[in-house]
C-alpha cells in the first residue's frame, strides 16, 4: 500500500498562491491515480482534483477549475497541486490520495481512491 506524505500549506492572503506537494513511497507509484481533497472544519472532505496515473488526464472540482492545476512527477514519486488565485472558501485541510481509479466524477471520495495522507493546513486570510 503506498504512503502518503502532504506539505505545502501555510498562511497565505487573498489572491495569493500555494504549492502543495505529496510525496509517496511504496511500490508501483505510477499503477495509482492521485487525487487530491480539501476539508473545511464542520464539513465533509470534497474532491478538489485528479491525475490519471500516467499524468494524460487531469480533472477539477468546478470550483477550483481555472485556479488549481494538478501534476505529477512519476520519476519522482511526487504529485503537484499549485493554486492560485486563492480565497478565503479555500481554506481546508488538504489531503493526498492514491487509488486504482480508471475514471473521475465530481462525486469521488477520500474512500474510493483507499489511501491518503495526514493532510496539510491551508489558510486563506481575506
Known amino acids: 500500500q503506498v504512503q502518503l506524505v502532504e506539505s505545502g500549506g501555510g498562511l497565505v492572503q487573498a489572491g495569493g498562491s500555494l504549492r502543495l506537494s505529496c510525496a509517496a513511497s511504496g511500490p508501483t507509484f505510477n499503477n495509482y491515480a492521485m487525487g487530491w481533497f480539501r476539508q473545511a472544519p464542520g464539513k465533509e472532505p470534497e474532491f478538489v482534483a485528479a491525475i490519471s496515473s500516467s499524468g494524460g488526464r487531469t480533472y477539477y472540482a468546478d470550483s477550483v477549475k481555472g485556479r488549481f492545476t494538478v501534476s505529477r512527477d512519476n520519476a519522482k514519486n511526487t504529485v503537484i497541486l499549485q493554486m492560485n488565485s486563492l480565497k478565503p472558501e479555500d481554506t481546508a485541510v488538504y489531503y493526498c490520495?492514491?487509488?486504482?481509479?480508471?475514471?473521475?466524477?465530481?462525486?469521488?471520495?477520500?474512500?474510493?481512491?483507499?489511501?491518503w495522507g495526514q493532510g496539510t493546513q491551508v489558510t486563506v486570510s481575506s
Open positions: 490520495a492514491a487509488g486504482q481509479i480508471y475514471y473521475f466524477i465530481a462525486t469521488m471520495t477520500l474512500k474510493d481512491f483507499g489511501s
